[in-house]
């Protein structure tokens, strides 16, 4: 349940099924260029990043435990 500090704010519509929407607030729109900076450096590092989860999982396949 959002508190009065939850940055996204909810309107909920009594339908069914339900349907629940949410909106930033000013201070959760500060947050876009921050977010759309690590979504550009992930984009840039997918190979990597690829690369680090394929060997996390076959590290993990071989010890029969996760990491």
């Avoid at 629940?20 to 201070?27: D, F, K, N």
């Avoid at 590290?59 to 435990?65: D, L, P, V």
Wanted: aromatic share 4%; hydrophobic share 35%.
């Amino acid at each position: 349940m959002p508190g009065t500090r939850d940055p996204r704010p909810r309107t909920v519509h009594p339908v069914m099924p339900p349907h629940v929407e949410y909106t930033l607030t000013t201070m959760g729109r500060t947050l876009l260029g921050v977010v759309g900076g690590l979504v550009t450096w992930a984009e840039h590092n997918l190979d990597q990043i690829d690369a680090a989860r394929a060997g996390f999982d076959a590290r993990a396949a071989r010890t029969g435990a996760p990491g």
